[in-house]
């Protein structure tokens, strides 16, 4: 039965503000003796395990698009962008393996992007992971599609990139609760224009 993550039983999972329920987040759990699993089908998720002391502590696993994250004691952020899916481990270590198999360990400050293959890509500071916890999304040199898509989640309204816009480059960092006023100043960064559609939808085409 699907539920939210705010729901887990013995868990500390962030849910502090709505922000567009973290991307309409949606999310399976399954318990057993020897593991503890989340399937996070949609959105984002950031999720603080406590080691258990009884015995042999169970396996806490999450499964996201193929991807399988496991862990006994860490605090990471999971995400699913597109068909990718970003880990990104504030403390502790997490072990990662892409949907063709391949596996690696990811330390405090590590980020990955998990699709048929991994790829971690670039490190920060502790206290940056899974920024959008704060309100925040950070987008490093990322296509632009990409990055519309990933907002898409946070905002009321549904928002597109023309093809020829996709592939301009993005580097910025975008408060949440202010989504709109910093479409507003896009132009002023990128060498597109925003055009609002009939339906509501704002698409976002080259100049």
């Known amino acids: 039965m699907p539920q939210r993550h705010g729901d887990l039983p013995g868990h500390e999972v962030d849910d502090r ?10 999310a399976e759990v399954a318990f057993n003796a020897s593991r503890r699993r989340v399937r996070l089908l949609r ?3 950031f999720f603080a395990v406590a080691r258990e002391d009884s015995g042999h502590g169970r396996v806490f696993a999450v499964e996201v698009q193929g991807a399988l994250i496991t862990v006994l004691g860490t605090r990471f952020g999971v995400e699913i962008d597109g068909p990718d899916v970003l880990v990104a481990v504030e403390e502790g270590r997490v072990g990662v393996r ?9 330390g405090a400050g590590e980020l990955a992007r ?17 920024a959008w916890r704060h309100g925040w999304l950070d987008f490093e040199s990322v296509p632009l599609a990409a990055a519309v898509a990933r907002l898409a989640r946070y905002s009321r309204r549904a928002l597109h990139v023309s093809p020829d816009a996709a592939g301009l480059v993005l580097l910025a960092r975008v ?3 202010r989504t709109a006023e910093w479409l507003e100043l896009l132009p002023r960064h990128l060498p597109v224009r925003l055009d609002p559609q009939e339906d509501g939808s704002l698409l976002i085409r080259r100049r």
């Open 43 to 45: 959105g984002s998720a």
């Open 17 to 26: 503000e709505d922000r567009a329920q973290q991307g309409q987040r949606r």
């Open 175 to 177: 408060r949440l609760a």
């Open 114 to 130: 998990v699709g048929k293959r991994i790829d971690v890509h670039t490190t920060a500071a502790p206290a940056e992971i899974a």
């Open 98 to 106: 892409s949907v063709d198999g391949q596996e690696c360990v990811l």
